[in-house]
């Protein structure tokens, strides 16, 4: 079994949601019988992550996710890094800071979640985000391989970029167009498409990204089930997908795709319809089951 849950669902600037950041979990059994999963990844830890984490550990059937009250950080197996901007990357600082002195490893293999994501994604990432907070250290300086394990993916080779859970989900990586500098795919972004080997269904799951239906539909046709980010308002050059543009997928998508890193609007009357044109809102800290 395979399942997701979002520890967030708003968008960067939302308050009221927290981050849109996910916890994927692989099973042999499911929560039902398990206690804890046997592996599992967050989808990007942003700025609210970890407060968003802190208050998933007291929700039914994640208890594995606390320690003495806090948060358990060595629970998390490997983090996968969507792309650098802080509502994704924000709580890596704490998360890699925790797990080297709060939990008594000391760098040890076993504390070192691993650190999944495009080569250029995870180069920038410790120059530009992590270096500042996370180099020194008292009497030493450290790199990114002190506090994680680095597993980096090349978006050309020929199989593909990817990874796997349980030797039976695989994740491949594809670029999204999010934000350009002067061109396509010039500023690395990336969604996931995940597959299960033992029946060959499959899910898809944006990240970050402008609407980009023509490149993506032969992935959302196929797939199970969907989650899609969304921004409710439009707003002319936009660096999420609208609302408006994601209402002229077909009726058979729209009706398995889940919207989710939305603002801090939803709720209101004019966007209660939605909940009939799609799967619906992404609950935030609710499993769902992707494969079973």
Known sequence: MLTITFLG?????AKRNFHSNALIEAWTNGPHTQKAPDDNLLIDFGSTGPLALHHLKNVAGFEYLSSQGRICYPAIKRVFVSHQHADHVGGLEELALANRFLHNS???ENARPQLIGDTR?????WEQSLK????AMEGDTATMTDYFSILELERNTPNGAGFQLLD??????????????QQRHDWPSFGLHITDSANGDTAFFSGDTKFDYETYSPMLQAAKVNFHDVQLRDQPNPVH?????LRTMPEEIRQKTYLYHYDDTWDQPEYAVVQEEFAGFV?????YVIFD
Do not use: N
Request: glycine fraction near 14%; proline fraction near 5%; include cysteine.
């Open 132 to 135: 500042g907070g996370l180099r």
């Open 9 to 13: 669902v708003g968008s960067a600037f």
């Open 121 to 125: 994604v995870l180069q920038s990432l």
């Open 168 to 181: 039976r989900y695989g994740f491949s990586i594809f670029p999204t167009d999010h934000l350009c500098i």
């Open 106 to 108: 000391h760098g040890g």
């Open 241 to 245: 997908a609208l609302l408006s543009e």
């Open 283 to 287: 609950l935030p800290q609710k499993r």
